[in-house]
């Protein structure tokens, strides 16, 4: 149904003919709305890796928060040569590879061009020559078939013009083949995937054999001079289309006859020298002679068309006609190139498929040739991940050592500090709540770790000293806060609804990254929000987390459950001063508070009112100590009556227990 909508509405548009003939069509799977994915299933074999707006725009894959691209992955990783092996890393980035065989497959490749950086280098110089993007000339050409054939009026050569595009389209291709002939010869081995895109069918691989159809196609055009302005023009080769060459004889016949008629005026005027002159584009076969050679009589008869030096130029009534009766010949073979460039196109779209298997083929390796040179250019050294896959069902691993974020790293340079992250690793479980200071690096080290993984299912090394994981379906990133004014929709709203994505569609195989959930309402509802979410990513869905929170009861509460470990980052608070120092370290435990009085120190925030807001923290902390031990009593009470009465078998006591304790919540 949604094939048949947008075939009609781009025939509603007049775009029907122009797209559809030569589009692709592929089933999508449904990959969000609908029914959600059975926990632990997964993408199907084949599948990719699934990241949402939110996630896109929260770890800024395609831009930063600005919506530029400077300063986003895509800028860090795309090293590509060409615009077509550009869009295809573009896409490779938003949906990264999910089957450890393909992501293996494809570190491969990336391997072989950082061993052999004298290929990749020759590969690189080549591809940057490739004068077209050979990917959207391709695509015009069917548009310029249907242009022909309307046969709209043109002022200028454009047909000639675009025969020469066409020419240099495929001049290009040949390019790109013989570049892959030399760099990568049949004689040198290549890993798997690099061996199916540059190698042709005969040797293994999916690159087609296109030089016999690339050098029929070229026969048909060739170089001709202009009959007017003398200037090279493409137009169609002898025998390539019957009525252009008929009308070529035509053209030479009337030549002929032009010839034929000044050696008439030259018998006619015996020692004369007669010859024809021309000055394109409007005056041609003028007869030139000396002022003074020719009769009175005669140049009184003729039309006389300019003088010049001693010389005088003219036309008799028969070259004027002779010359008309060219000049419709001539335009009637300039009409006729259109058919022909409409069927020469026609023919070129009937072997679409192999010249768009090649293109594909060569963003590929463009793609490929991208990563291997971004691998190399990560600040602070990088390693090859290691894929490893989970028992079916079971949650994934992630362990990583001294990792970086590429972006921030290679802005800060030395000062950026790596950190290690384990999710089901080293004894540490899959749920991670994260505390720390304001500033104090939690973002970073979420958004590092999203972009590790990213990065590891692309294909490409990562940025880090070492990487073990597996393969994710789909990664959830709820960082930031933003509202949707035109939507109507408040931050919180906005960021539940993410977070309804994440209990909807996270399976096993997941990773989802929370960042201070239920900030954008009352402190006790924000926490019930923030400890439901947790318990219910934990229990229920059972996929990896990165829980930051500044609400110390929810991290307090989390970390005493089996599936949590707390994390913090790191900070120092002098004593005597209070200033705070921002260690930047990822450790295991909590952080006993957000230090949100040294940030607004650091803000510029009057030192009065600081003083304040200290003595209001201060109170507000004892009064919860002091409400947290008559609770624990309490609760230590009824737990002991409890167990009393269950020993001693007295029903109809802990009926009455249960009573009184129900009164007593509400």
């Known amino acids: 149904i949604a094939a048949a909508g947008a075939a009609e509405y781009l025939e509603a548009v ?41 996630a896109l725009a929260a770890l800024e894959v395609l831009e930063t928060a600005e919506g530029t691209p400077q300063g986003s992955l895509l800028e860090s990783l795309d090293r590509s040569s060409t615009q077509f092996g550009s869009r295809l890393l573009r896409r ?37 020559k490739v004068p077209v993007d050979l990917e959207r000339a391709t695509s015009r050409v069917w548009g310029f078939a249907l242009q022909a054939e309307r046969q709209a009026v043109m002022y200028e050569d454009v047909a000639g013009k675009r025969l020469g595009d066409f020419v240099g389209l495929l001049k290009a291709y040949e390019q790109c083949l013989e570049l892959l002939a030399a760099a990568l010869p049949a004689s040198r081995p290549l ?60 053209v030479e016949a009337a030549v002929a006859k032009l010839e034929q008629e000044l050696q008439g005026l030259r018998a006619q005027h015996a020692g004369v020298q007669l010859a024809f002159v021309h000055r394109p584009p409007q005056d041609r076969y003028e007869v030139e002679a000396g002022d003074q050679a020719l009769p009175q009589a005669f140049v009184a008869g003729v039309d006389v068309t300019s003088k010049c030096k001693g010389k005088i ?61 971004a691998s190399q250019g990560l600040p602070g050294g990088a ?48 749920v991670l709540v994260v505390t720390g200071p304001n500033m104090g690096g939690k973002s970073t080290v979420l958004r590092q770790t999203c972009i590790a993984l990213v990065m590891a299912q692309l294909g490409c090394r990562v940025n880090a000293e070492f990487c073990r994981f597996s393969p994710v379906d789909r990664i959830f990133a709820r960082i930031g806060s933003y509202d949707s004014i035109l939507e109507g929709k408040s931050t919180l709203l906005t960021e539940l609804e993410e977070t309804a994505a994440v209990l909807a569609h996270g399976s096993r195989r997941s990773l989802a990254v929370l960042d201070e959930l239920g900030r954008g309402t009352s402190t006790f509802d924000g926490a019930a929000i923030a400890s439901a979410v947790l318990d219910d990513l934990a229990e229920r869905v059972g996929c990896n987390v990165l829980f930051a929170t500044h609400y110390h009861p929810v991290s307090r509460r989390a970390a005493a459950s089996p599936l949590v470990a707390p994390f913090h980052m790191a900070a120092e608070v002098d004593a005597r001063t209070n200033e705070m120092t921002f260690l930047y370290r990822f450790l295991p435990g909590l952080c006993p508070a957000s230090h949100g009085h040294n940030v607004a120190r650091l803000a510029g925030l009057p030192a009065k009112l600081l003083e304040e807001a200290q003595a209001k923290s201060a109170e507000f902390e004892r009064v919860e100590a002091s409400a947290a031990v008559p609770r624990a009593a309490g609760q230590a009470g009824a737990a002991a009556e409890l167990a009393g009465l269950a020993a001693a078998g007295d029903a109809e006591a802990l009926r009455a227990l249960f009573r009184r304790r129900v009164q007593a919540a509400a």
């Open 383 to 430: 390693c090859r991940p290691e894929v490893v896959e989970p028992a079916p069902g079971e949650p994934g691993t992630l362990e990583l050592r001294g990792c970086r974020h590429p972006v921030a790293a290679a802005r800060m340079g030395s000062s950026f500090v790596p950190n290690d992250t384990q999710l089901n690793a080293g004894g540490v479980p899959g």
């Open 313 to 373: 130029r003219f036309k008799t009534a028969r070259i004027k006609e002779l010359v008309a009766e060219l000049e419709a010949l001539e335009e009637r073979r300039e009409d006729c190139v259109f058919p022909f460039l409409s069927r020469l196109f026609r023919q070129f779209h009937a072997h679409q498929a192999p010249f768009g298997a090649a293109v594909r083929c060569l963003a590929e390796l463009d793609a490929l040739l991208a990563l291997a040179a």
């Open 92 to 128: 490779w980035l938003c949906a990264p590879l999910y089957e450890a065989a393909e992501i293996r497959a494809r570190q491969e490749a990336v391997e072989f061009f950082i061993q052999h950086a004298d290929v990749a280098q020759q590969l690189r110089s080549g591809l940057k």
């Open 191 to 250: 890993p798997g995937r690099l061996a199916q895109v540059a190698r042709t069918p005969g040797g293994g691989g999916a690159l087609p054999e296109l030089q016999a159809t690339i050098a029929q196609l070229r026969g048909s055009v060739v170089d001709v001079p202009g009959p007017k302005d003398g200037r090279l023009k493409f137009r169609p080769a002898g025998g390539a289309d019957a009525q252009y060459d008929s009308l070529c004889q035509q």
């Open 14 to 54: 007049l775009l029907g003919q122009r797209v559809l003939p030569f589009a692709s069509w592929q089933p999508l799977a449904a990959l969000c709305g609908g029914s959600a994915p059975a926990a632990g299933a997964g993408p199907a074999a084949g599948g990719r890796m699934v990241l949402d707006a939110a």
